[in-house]
């Protein structure tokens, strides 16, 4: 077992972890989601979108359309919880201070997995704080073609040869670890699905039926008439 995981071995099914702006909530974050619970034995996945992410710009879509749509999309997944915390503050918020807050709220035994793209894995070492976060948390990273962990920069490659780990291993520890799983590639992103919108064109095949019915019916992200 890799250094990270000596702590005490838990019995708890970890919990994942999935942060972002979604906006909007497309089927390649679906996939994550659910490749990850297959993959790595997880109890559940808390989707955290945020409210002003500290990263980027302001998202396009109103917190209150952005969670509408989270909760058609989530609605038939039990084993989804919808975490709005972050979306009530008007603070920037990194992912420091999500698996702060939610370490504070779950204790320090549960495993926590955050779950990336390998694409993420890449520019890891530009996130803020980012080797606290292997003290809070594991990683859980989905394998994307064109984003091998062999091109992983040097400080982030010490540290994943130093905790990589099979999925099974996510138990053992609350955090520390980072485990690659698997997952079918799908070419959507929030960007293309919001200029087609914005160019009166309908994307379909890439939205939960739900999540496209309640961005037509505000129209959302269209160009101002």
């Not at 960007?191 to 999540?211: K, Q």
């Not at 496209?212 to 505000?218: E, G, N, P």
């Amino acid at each position: 077992m890799p250094e990270a995981a000596t702590a005490a071995a838990s019995s708890l099914a970890p919990i994942g972890v999935l942060g972002g702006t979604f906006d909007p909530v497309h089927n390649a974050h679906l996939r994550l989601a659910e490749s990850a619970l297959a993959a790595l034995g997880l109890a559940s996945v808390r989707w955290v979108p945020s409210g002003v992410p500290g990263h980027r710009g302001a998202p396009h879509a109103s917190a209150k359309d952005r969670l509408a749509m989270l909760e058609l999309a989530l609605r038939n997944e039990p084993r989804y919880r919808l975490d709005d915390f972050e979306m009530r503050s008007s603070v920037p918020t990194y992912t420091i201070h999500t698996l702060s807050r939610l370490r504070s709220e779950l204790g320090r035994s549960v495993p926590l997995v955050f779950l990336i793209g390998a694409d993420q894995l890449l520019a890891l070492d530009r996130w803020k704080e980012w080797k606290t976060l292997f003290e809070l948390s594991h990683f859980g990273v989905a394998l994307r073609p064109g984003y091998p962990v062999e091109d992983l920069p040097p400080a982030v490659a010490a540290e994943y040869e130093r905790r990589r780990c099979a999925p099974a291993e996510l138990a053992r520890a609350p955090s520390g670890l980072i485990a690659l799983f698997d997952m079918a590639p799908l070419d959507i992103s929030a960007s293309a699905i919001r200029e087609a919108l914005s160019e009166g064109r309908t994307p379909h095949g890439v939205l939960p039926a739900a999540v496209l019915d309640y961005i037509v019916s505000k129209r959302l992200y269209r160009k101002p008439t």
